[in-house]
């Protein structure tokens, strides 16, 4: 069916618990099966718009962008979860409206949304084998089937496959080893400075140790840490005289300023 057919003019779609838009009733349920249909909300296409950006420079053709989706604007809330939305004749990518799209799944295999698949993942090639430096070029079949492979599980467990995520799968694409590699790298730093932190610690303890100025704290926090007991098992050992001047000392000491054995860090 060709997309200025009207036979599809309205449809209503329901928030599923994905948080995706899945179509639940279209207009023409001839040409169109509503089995498993996902719809992009505005959201999505605007994450869309800005992943195409880069592929520009690379060739990107709009007028196949805007071939491959069926704009609407959401006419009605039906309340839970459903809204009906009603179809736009304005562009996509010139429209400053918020719309949903729709894209035009008619003919899987050779319509204007699997035109769209293939423009797309030519130029996401085209633009990883000029700005990475790969031992072996790309090819549009590799990435193809990595992309297959990787949605393959959803398949077999028959679960249905959004059609942002086919889209954001071909635009996020980077071969393996380098997506990954700068954010292990990131990690990598993050754990080294950390590994550093406690060698300034320990560098900062040493200094305060061999700190003249606070010995007289480190002595008073071995007499605090001792209770008393230790002097009165010297004493046991010591004639009377001694014991007197042991108690002098206690005094001495009961008179002077207690601080904190805590150091700040």
């Known amino acids: 069916m060709a997309k200025g057919s009207p036979q599809l003019e309205w449809c209503v779609v329901r928030l599923g618990e994905d948080h995706n838009w899945w179509v639940d009733e279209v207009s023409d349920p001839v040409h169109w099966d509503v089995d498993g249909l996902s719809i992009i909300d505005p959201r999505q296409v605007d994450h869309i718009v800005e992943l195409i950006e880069p592929l520009r420079e690379y060739g990107f053709d709009q007028d196949v962008f805007e071939r491959a989706f069926i704009p609407f604007r959401i ?18 990518l ?11 799944v008619i003919d899987e295999e050779n319509g204007p949304y699997a035109d769209f698949l293939d423009h797309i993942t030519r130029l996401r090639v085209k633009m990883l084998n000029e700005v990475l430096d790969l031992e072996e ?18 398949f077999i467990e028959g679960k249905a496959v959004h059609l942002f995520t086919e889209i954001t799968a071909i635009l996020d694409y980077t071969p393996e080893g380098f997506g990954d590699e700068d954010e292990e790298s990131d990690k990598g730093r993050a754990a080294e400075d950390e590994d550093d932190l406690p060698d300034v610690e320990e560098e ?13 704290d480190e002595d ?8 008393g007991e230790g002097k009165k098992k010297e004493g046991d050992d010591e004639d009377e005289d001694s014991d007197d001047e042991d108690s002098d000392d206690s005094e001495e000491e009961d008179e002077k300023p207690r601080r904190s054995s805590k150091r700040g860090r």
Not at 204 to 216: A, H, I, P, T, V
């Open 220 to 227: 008073e926090d071995e007499d605090s840490d001792e209770d």
């Open 204 to 216: 900062e303890d040493e200094k305060m140790k061999n700190d003249s100025s606070l010995k007289w």
């Open 137 to 154: 070029k790309l090819t549009v079949d590799e990435v193809e089937d990595q992309i297959r492979e990787a949605q393959n599980s959803d």
């Open 94 to 104: 010139e429209s400053e409206e918020k719309l949903f799209a729709l894209p035009d």
């Open 75 to 92: 006419a009605k809330d039906l309340g839970k979860g459903k809204v009906r939305l009603t179809r736009v004749k304005q562009p996509l």
